[in-house]
């Protein structure tokens, strides 16, 4: 019988909220996400409709596009905040002015730390928790891991080629290339693929490379990643010729360049996997990973 009423005690508190110490916890109702993944995470545990505002960088789900928007990390529109009245806000990063009106609000702040593919399992285990959704966060960790796991058991023993990963540049030539560097989600993406990061001896998590240093690394593989390039035939062609000016590398020789548009090439979000399970076919497309 205690159990049952303890049960009955922790769920009222969940829905209602809770008085302890003087002090009242209440699950968040009204949520303003400053970057796109948190959006998704959130949507990912089934609490889209709790989400009241969101980064302009949201692309998915799309019932989300029609909320408000509430500018970026680098721009958030603190009136609009405001006025939006959240419960919660969930930001990746860092931005004084945003904390400072989150305080004088008495807003409450989740840090989402998703740089890493254990980042992306820890925000579903933290968010779940705050939202009261603890067993569908524990469902989306399992299925997660589980494709990250198959992904990686179907490579294994493979020989792994050596990959140079674009994640920006300018599209009309080969300058400003970043890339990534030891230990970031892109980076573990390479190697759950069975790749092998070409620049992943860098601590720099996201550095800038020159043509000539990318020559020197020789890679077999180049990925880039451009989710905000509407692919033609003919700037696939040019960017293909761009690799070809830098020098002879055994990626250019064997035509293995690949340039991937997908909308969240670069959102570590829950469905990541996608493109993780893309790219391990791009490298061994032998093994058959089934999307």
């Known amino acids: ?9 922790l769920a009222a508190a969940l829905t209602h909220g809770l008085r302890h110490d003087a002090r009242t916890v209440t699950v968040p109702q009204r949520i303003v996400t400053i970057a796109p993944n948190s959006a998704e995470v959130i949507c990912a545990l089934g609490a889209c409709d709790r989400i009241v505002g969101v980064s302009k960088f949201c692309v998915y789900p799309k019932e989300l596009l029609d909320r408000p928007k509430v500018g970026g990390l680098s721009d958030p529109d603190l009136e609009r905040i405001a006025a939006l009245r959240p ?69 294994a023993g493979k020989p792994k080629p050596r990959v140079l990963l674009t994640v920006s540049r300018q599209p009309d030539r ?66 293909r010729e761009q690799w070809r000016q830098v020098g002879s590398m055994p990626a250019v020789t064997h035509n293995r360049i690949y340039i991937l548009t997908e909308e969240n090439g670069l959102i570590p979000s829950p469905r990541y996997v996608e493109i993780i399970e893309k790219v391990a076919r791009l490298l061994h497309p032998e093994s058959d990973v089934a999307p």
């Open 1 to 9: 019988m205690w159990s049952r009423i303890l049960a009955t005690i």
């Open 174 to 239: 080969l300058a400003n290339v970043l890339t990534t560097g030891k230990g970031t989600f892109l980076d573990q993406m390479i190697d759950i693929a069975g790749g092998i990061n070409v620049f992943g001896h860098l601590d720099m998590i996201y550095p800038q490379v020159s043509p000539e240093g990318m020559l020197a690394q020789q890679p077999e593989v180049i990925i880039e990643l451009m989710p905000d390039v509407k692919l033609t035939v003919a700037l696939e062609k040019q960017l």
């Open 87 to 155: 419960d919660l806000l969930v930001m990746r990063g860092k931005n004084d002015a945003l904390e400072r009106l989150c305080e004088d609000l008495h807003i409450p702040i989740y840090k989402d730390e998703t740089d890493t593919l254990p980042g992306i399992e820890n925000c579903l285990r933290e968010l779940g928790d705050r939202l009261g959704l603890n067993e569908r966060a524990a469902e989306l960790i399992r299925e997660f891991h589980a494709r990250l796991e198959a992904i990686r058991a179907r490579n």
